[in-house]
C-alpha cells in the first residue's frame, strides 16, 4: 500500500536550533496514527511542515504521491490536508455557520465574476455549501447554534466546531492538535468516539497530536514518539507504553 503522506529526512532548522531532526514519518490511508511527547519536543513544528506553514531545511515530504515542498497552505489544503489547532482558531466575530461555509469555498466552481454579479453557478453552489454546512453542523450538535458568533460559544462547542470547519474543507488527511485540550474526562470520552466515527463516515486518514494517553492509546493504531525533534520510537499502543526508551523519556514510570 503507498504511503498518504511520507517525510523522508526532514529537518527543520531556527537560527541553529533543529527543531525538528531527521524525521521520518509515514501514514497509510485509512490509518489513524498518534505523534506523542514532551513539550518541545517538534510534534506541532511537524504539523506546520506538513501543512506549508515551515517549509523543511532539508529533507522531503510526499503528500498522496506528490511533494508538497515549497507548496503554500492554502495549495496543502486544496490538496486534501485539513488541520485543527493546539489553541483554537476559528474567525471569532462570525458566525458558528459562516465559519463552516468559508472553508467550503476551497472547492467552489464558480468564478469571480460570477461572484461579484451573483450570476450562473454561483446562487447554486451558494445553496449547496449552506446546506452541507448545516449538515456538518448537525453532525456535531452545533445546528441550533449556527446564527450565533463563533466566540460565544462554550469552550468545547469551539473544538467541535473547528473539527467541522477542517472537515468542511473535504480533506483526505486529517490533522487534529491537541484536539482534548481543556476537556474534561467525559468530553474526551466523547470526542474519542467522535474522532473513531467521523473516520469511518467519511473515509479519512487521522493523524493527531495528543498528550492525553487514554485517547491516544484508545484509538490510534500506531504511534510516533518525538524527542528533541527525533523518533526514539513507533509502533502500537502496546509496544510504546512498554517502550523504556518512551517511559524515560515521556510516559513516567507509572504508564
Request: glycine share 8%; hydrophobic share 45%.
Amino acid at each position: 500500500m503507498a504511503e498518504l503522506l511520507k517525510a523522508e529526512n526532514v529537518s527543520e532548522v531556527f537560527g541553529g536550533l533543529k527543531a525538528v531532526s531527521d524525521f521520518n514519518f509515514h501514514i497509510n490511508p485509512g490509518e489513524l496514527v498518534g505523534l506523542i511527547g514532551p513539550n518541545g519536543a517538534g510534534k506541532t513544528t511537524a504539523f506546520n511542515l506538513f501543512t506549508g506553514v515551515y517549509q523543511p531545511t532539508t529533507g522531503t515530504i510526499m503528500f498522496d504521491g506528490k511533494s508538497i515542498v515549497g507548496l503554500k497552505p492554502y495549495e496543502i489544503t486544496q490538496r486534501g490536508i485539513a488541520r485543527t489547532f493546539q489553541n483554537i482558531r476559528l474567525f471569532s466575530e462570525l458566525t458558528v455557520l459562516e465559519n463552516v461555509k468559508i472553508a467550503f469555498h476551497f472547492h467552489v466552481k464558480y468564478g469571480l465574476l460570477e461572484s461579484v454579479l451573483r450570476i450562473g453557478r454561483y446562487f447554486r453552489e451558494e445553496e449547496q455549501i449552506e446546506a452541507e454546512s448545516m449538515k456538518l453542523l448537525k453532525i456535531f450538535h452545533l445546528e441550533d447554534k449556527a446564527d450565533e458568533v463563533a466566540k460565544n460559544l462554550p469552550y468545547g462547542a469551539q473544538r467541535r466546531l473547528e473539527i467541522a470547519r477542517a472537515l468542511a474543507a473535504k480533506p483526505k488527511l486529517l490533522l487534529l492538535d491537541e484536539p482534548a485540550a481543556g476537556m474534561n474526562p467525559q468530553e474526551t470520552k466523547e470526542l474519542m468516539e467522535m474522532i473513531r466515527w467521523i473516520r469511518k463516515e467519511f473515509g479519512l486518514t487521522v493523524l493527531l497530536i495528543e498528550h492525553d494517553m487514554s485517547l491516544v492509546m484508545g484509538i490510534c493504531e500506531r504511534i510516533y514518539v518525538l524527542e528533541y525533534g527525533m523518533v526514539i520510537a513507533s509502533g502500537t499502543p502496546d509496544v510504546i507504553k512498554n517502550d523504556p526508551e518512551v517511559i524515560r523519556a515521556y510516559l513516567g514510570a507509572g504508564a
